[in-house]
């Protein structure tokens, strides 16, 4: 079975720009979660859809956003990007929301200029 | 609320010897416990995790950690580790969303 894939891997924008990252689920996994991984901050949560629903939301300021398509995968937005959203955010995965497990991508690098 | 606390931001150990990496929980409800491994570049793989049971639990590549209630801990252990260990380790609870704490980067060293 095919793991988790993110697209791009590795991204320069700058500030202003908007940014769109996209996520593969696992097959058969419904459930789709985004975090963000910086040296200064860790591992942070985003956000969790469900069937195309936002089931919980962390601590991020409205310019970061998602949306869940019908065959599970998942995009997350980021608007007028700053110095700082420059990180690692990575994908995770689960059967559906209820689920303890997740399963992890290997992240996509947004670098700020 | 829930919170996490790793003890240790670093943990350096030669090749062959056993090593503890500590976590303290907070929360007001029951949790589910989980140990990630993350290696240079890449993702995070789950190493072990506790929903119930047993407090003792294993994981993959010789890793087994203990779910201690009365003192909410969940350290993670290896008995003998390799230099292929060398990574960083998150512990996370979950009731609702994943927390993961700093983070503890095992270093090994021949």
């Known amino acids: 079975k095919a793991g988790v894939t993110q697209t791009p891997r590795y991204l320069i924008k700058t500030r202003g720009q908007q940014v769109t990252l996209s996520c593969s689920p696992i097959?058969?996994?419904?459930?789709v979660s985004w975090y963000q991984q910086t040296p200064g901050q860790g591992l942070q949560f985003l956000f969790e859809?469900?069937?195309?629903?936002?089931?919980n939301k962390g601590n991020f300021p409205g310019r970061f956003s998602g949306r869940q398509f019908s065959n599970s995968r998942s995009e997350m937005n980021v608007s007028t990007l700053e110095l700082g959203d420059s990180a690692l955010y990575l994908c995770?995965?689960?059967?559906?929301?209820?689920?303890?497990?997740?399963?992890f991508g290997p992240g996509t690098r947004l670098t700020v200029t | 609320a829930q919170s996490v606390t790793q003890l240790d931001s670093q943990v350096p150990v030669f090749e062959e010897a056993p090593v503890e990496l500590r976590c303290n929980y907070s929360?007001?409800?029951?949790?589910?416990l989980f140990w990630y491994v993350q290696y240079p570049n890449q993702g995070l793989q789950l190493l072990l995790k506790?929903?119930?049971?047993?407090?003792l639990v294993k994981g993959i590549n010789g890793f087994e950690a203990e779910f201690n209630k009365s003192q909410t801990s969940f350290h993670l252990r290896k008995p003998s580790v390799h230099i292929s260990d060398t990574a960083e380790y998150f512990c996370?609870?979950?009731?609702?969303?994943?927390?993961f704490g700093q983070g503890t980067e095992l270093s090994v060293k021949p």
């Open positions: 995770a995965s689960s059967l559906d929301s209820g689920s303890y497990e997740q399963y």
């Open positions: 097959s058969g996994h419904r459930s």
């Open positions: 859809y469900f069937s195309e629903t936002q089931r």
């Open positions: 929360s007001s409800v029951s949790v589910y």
């Open positions: 506790y929903l119930s049971g047993s407090t």
């Open positions: 996370a609870p979950r009731t609702g969303k994943l927390i």
